[in-house]
């Protein structure tokens, strides 16, 4: 089993200007360590749920087009960009650029968004859940066509487009990889069988995991698509990676199919050089063994 790195909070000593070096460091940290992605949160506020939202929030892509100037093999990519934070072409050719400039190792990130705060707070439209999950649908399909042969019009119930034209092309082919965010049974992982090749469940728990993976195999099915062909990730939330727990779980997450485990900044340690050191030391030895 791989590993990411999911680096979530920004609030680290000498913040605002330490966080080039800090960020910098702890992705080459992370890569050397044989991390094989490193990502970070597409929001403007910091979660209410985790912390203040007064809290330091870097804007997910230009952090990301700084590190890719900072690593070289790492998968990166926004875990998940919101679909209402972008016209659908825009996020596109972004991850297009950011593709081109990392040299084929951007992914796209997407969800249905969430956070009403920051919306209302910098005066970003927040439609109703069902709308935002129809949004999600028009801009998957909209991010295939502008990575396609196909630079003609697109015509939605939300976005209209009059050419998606998309110079240069991506150096990942057919285009890089698309990954939808969530558990939700009848519209996330529908859309996971339909349009992603890497789906990233938000939790960890073996039994919940496994019944996930039987919802998406179903809509697999059902559509005419190859479930083994997509990238089963998980987010392993709270647990503390070093325990004998931990690692039971993600045998069982193994066994189901699961070939990464996402492990996010504690924000209770300050020093997230030295955290990913550690754990690249003494849990990535043992996950690839899974």
């Known amino acids: 089993m791989q590993a990411g790195y999911h680096f979530w909070n920004y609030t680290v000593p000498g913040a605002p200007d330490s966080l080039p070096t800090v960020l910098g460091d702890t992705a080459r940290t992370a890569e050397q360590g044989g991390f094989a992605q490193f990502t970070v949160m597409d929001h403007w506020f910091q979660m209410e749920a985790a912390a203040p939202a007064t809290e330091p929030m870097l804007e997910a892509f230009t952090t990301l087009g700084y590190l890719a100037g900072q690593t070289s093999s790492m998968r990166l990519g926004p875990l998940v960009a919101g679909v209402t934070y972008r016209y659908p072409a825009l996020l596109a050719k972004i991850v297009t650029t950011l593709d081109v400039l990392s040299s084929g190792r951007a992914m796209l990130g997407i969800g249905a968004a969430w956070y009403d705060r920051e919306h209302h707070g910098l ?14 649908e028009e801009a998957l399909q909209i991010s295939l066509q502008m990575w396609s042969e196909n630079d003609g019009a697109y015509r939605g119930a939300h976005y209209s487009l009059d050419e998606t034209l998309n110079s ?21 992982l529908r859309m996971v069988a339909q349009y992603a090749q890497i789906v990233n469940l938000t939790t960890a728990e073996p039994a919940e995991v496994a019944r996930l993976l039987d919802v998406l195999r179903a809509h697999c099915d059902r559509l005419g698509t190859d479930y083994d062909a997509i990238e089963k990730t998980v987010i392993s939330g709270s647990r503390d ?42 849990v990535l030895p043992r996950l690839a063994q899974l």
Request: charged share 25%; aromatic share 6%; proline share 12%.
């Open 123 to 136: 005066g970003v439209p927040y439609p109703s859940i069902s709308e935002r999950f129809e949004r999600l």
């Open 168 to 188: 240069p092309r991506s150096i990942q082919r057919p285009h890089p990889p698309i990954m939808i965010g969530g558990k939700g049974e009848k519209k996330t």
């Open 241 to 282: 990676p070093y325990s004998t727990e931990f690692l039971g779980e993600m045998q069982q997450l193994a066994d189901l199919g699961v070939t990464m485990v996402v492990l996010g900044r504690d924000p209770a340690d300050s020093d997230p050089v030295g955290q990913v050191a550690r754990i690249s030391e003494e």
